[in-house]
């Protein structure tokens, strides 16, 4: 168990560097092992393991009533073996929309101790299109379209409600720093991704592809209509990110 402490006190610093450049991070704290492990056994009630209390929320830079919620999803109780993750996960999640729990624009990044395999990523690609399907039928809330109007921030439906999940030893060190690994920006207003087409003299589909379950993607948000931009020395590389 005191493996499992180390590595989310490790993610929550990974974390805390990666999401900076959009998320406030401020005020997520530096934690010893030992505070991480109280947080890790305060009773919980709900039915997404026994980690709640290692959650954390961080709010949006430009966007502050829109949330993103990391959350430590079906670890198990202190002294017992983690049970495998399954698609009746994606319900769980959801239920925490449907009942308002969590906002209905609000995104999640869902850390597991276990793989992620291409069956669960499927799954949570159909809970995306679904929250989307929602977002559609209802429209954003008042106070973020006033934010992001008054912040020059405007964000499209898709940017919202996103739900990605992780293994918890792919966020234990922050890959991102490795000297291999270049920058990846998300280009998401319409008008800079009509330029860089323009640039490029191409139609989106036309680009080279990254995928929206890319680790790089996954970690900066980068969804389905988006485009990636790859920093490699004095090389600059386009990439339109595409749904599975």
């Known amino acids: 168990?005191?493996?499992?402490?180390?590595?989310?006190n490790r993610t929550r610093t990974t974390l805390k560097e990666v999401i900076s450049c959009e998320w406030d991070t401020d005020k997520i704290p530096d934690l010893s092992n030992q505070e991480v492990e109280k947080l890790y056994s305060l009773i919980n009630h709900d039915s997404i393991g026994h980690a709640g209390g290692c959650n954390f929320s961080v709010s949006h830079k430009k966007i502050p009533s829109y949330k993103l919620h990391v959350i430590y999803f079906n670890f198990p109780e202190?002294?017992?073996?983690?049970s495998k993750i399954t698609r009746s996960a994606v319900d769980k999640i959801y239920s925490l929309y449907e009942t308002e729990i969590i906002n209905k624009e609000d995104s999640l990044f869902i850390i597991i101790n276990d793989n992620v395999s291409e069956t669960l990523n499927k799954s949570f690609q159909g809970l995306n299109i679904k929250l989307q399907a929602s977002l559609t039928k209802t429209p954003l809330s008042h106070t973020i379209i006033q934010e992001m109007k008054?912040?020059?921030?405007?964000?499209?439906?898709?940017?919202?409600?996103n739900v990605h999940v992780f293994n918890i030893n792919s966020l234990t060190n922050n890959f991102t720093k490795?000297?291999?690994?270049?920058p990846h920006i998300p280009i998401r207003k319409k008008e800079d991704i009509e330029y860089i087409l323009r640039l490029c003299r191409c139609d989106f589909n036309q680009l080279p592809v990254i995928r929206s379950d890319d680790p790089q993607a996954k970690l900066n948000?980068?969804?389905g209509g988006d485009i990636c931009k790859i920093i490699r020395g004095e090389n600059i590389i386009y990439r339109g990110c595409h749904d599975l």
Do not use: C
């Open 78 to 82: 202190i002294g017992r073996l983690n």
């Open 150 to 161: 008054k912040n020059d921030h405007i964000l499209e439906n898709r940017h919202f409600a």
């Open 221 to 223: 948000r980068i969804v």
């Open 178 to 182: 490795h000297v291999l690994v270049k």
């Open 1 to 8: 168990m005191n493996n499992i402490i180390d590595k989310i």
